[in-house]
């Protein structure tokens, strides 16, 4: 899940403009980019790209202290990068980081942290100050039931607060917010189900989902985003979990709002509804989540599986198939991206 924003980076006054340089695993002060956020289950560090050419991409790294992480997201206006932690089991802010100066390797302290209520956090969704995280982790005990949990914290300063849990009757992955509605990936499904006006439910409790549907020609669903500005939705595909290699794909849906009202309740949505990219020549096995660029159409993609990790690109995708990707970066155990542009 990552919703595509604004983002404007501009050197302070007092950092040189002579260090303001442009340097492989250097951070970048540049006046208007497109940057790729990415977390990893392998150091927990946050890896950013500059990816507004995908032919002269350039990484920076912040070491973090935690050790592994999964869902990320980026505020331009607070200069915010979040993170749900799977080490603390909590959600982490760093602040005051891209408008530093520009040095090779950087290592950051949370300044914004709540308490630590997760068991196995994935993605992260966020909603003005409501910060959801979807838990994988069984939520009754039981573990013939399939269960989850929604993570609700609200920030306010320096701390995550946690307002309410919510309890789903089927295990998640990928969420991402439409105006006031909450997409969720069905794991271990080909489903994806909703949750209209879903920060309305305050209270800890049982929620089922307001509609859910089967998405054809996907085996199990990871990860999920929503670009606004085309109406495209995109969900990936990590096929047989033992297959981290070479069985992943992901399946882009234009004109979604449309499409997915059409489609009833328990209904499947059709392969001829969408458009596939998977094959040998992706470098997917197991892609568990998306960002994507609607004005470029550029898919990202955090693979966890295929060489260890990678951070994927394709931007031909219209056609779909056994694409090759224009961008391939080695990310071990990547798990997630969320892309900031101007």
């Known amino acids: 899940m990552k919703t595509i924003k604004t983002f404007a ?3 302070a006054a007092a950092i040189s403009l002579s260090s303001c340089t442009n340097n492989d695993n250097e951070i970048t002060a540049l006046v208007s980019t497109n940057l790729l956020f990415t977390s990893n289950n392998s150091d927990g560090n946050v890896n950013i790209y500059n990816v507004n050419n995908l032919n ?8 973090t202290s935690t050790t592994a992480a999964d869902g990320i997201y980026y505020n331009g206006d607070e200069d915010l990068i979040v993170q749900s932690s799977r080490t603390t089991f909590g959600v982490e802010g ?24 997760m068991t196995s956090p994935r993605e992260l969704a966020v909603n003005g100050d409501f910060y959801v995280v979807a838990d994988n982790a069984d939520a009754d005990g039981n573990a013939n039931t399939k269960d989850g949990k929604l993570f609700i914290y609200t920030k306010s300063g320096n701390q995550f607060t946690l307002r309410n ?15 006031n ?9 080909s489903e994806l189900a909703v949750f209209t006006n879903f920060l309305n439910n305050t209270s800890t409790t049982t ?20 670009d606004l500005s085309t ?21 882009i849906i234009e004109n979604f709002t449309r499409k997915f009202t059409a489609t009833t309740n328990g209904n499947t949505l059709a392969i001829t509804e969408q458009t596939r990219v998977s094959g040998t020549n992706t470098l997917m096995g197991n892609p568990v989540d998306v960002a994507y660029d609607g004005e470029t159409k550029t898919v990202f993609i955090a693979e966890a599986g295929n060489g260890g990790g990678r951070i994927l690109a394709f931007n031909t995708i219209n056609n779909g198939g056994n694409l ?14 969320f892309l900031y542009k101007n």
């Open 94 to 117: 760093y602040t005051g980081i891209t408008t530093n100066t520009p040095i090779l390797s950087t290592t950051v302290t949370a300044n914004i942290v709540g308490s630590l209520d």
């Open 207 to 226: 929620v089922d989902a307001t509609k859910q549907i089967a998405i054809e020609g996907i085996v199990r669903t990871h990860g999920i985003t929503y």
């Open 56 to 63: 002269a991409v350039t990484k920076s790294t912040l070491t």
């Open 181 to 189: 509605d909450l997409y969720a990936i069905v794991d271990t499904t």
């Open 9 to 11: 980076i501009i050197c």
């Open 231 to 251: 109406d495209t939705m995109i969900l990936t595909d990590i096929g047989d979990a033992t297959n981290g290699q070479d069985d992943g794909g992901f399946q």
């Open 165 to 179: 849990t919510i309890t789903t009757n089927f295990k998640l992955w990928g969420i991402t917010f439409i105006g």
């Open 324 to 337: 090759t990707p224009v961008y391939n970066s080695d990310l071990a155990a990547a798990s997630a991206v």
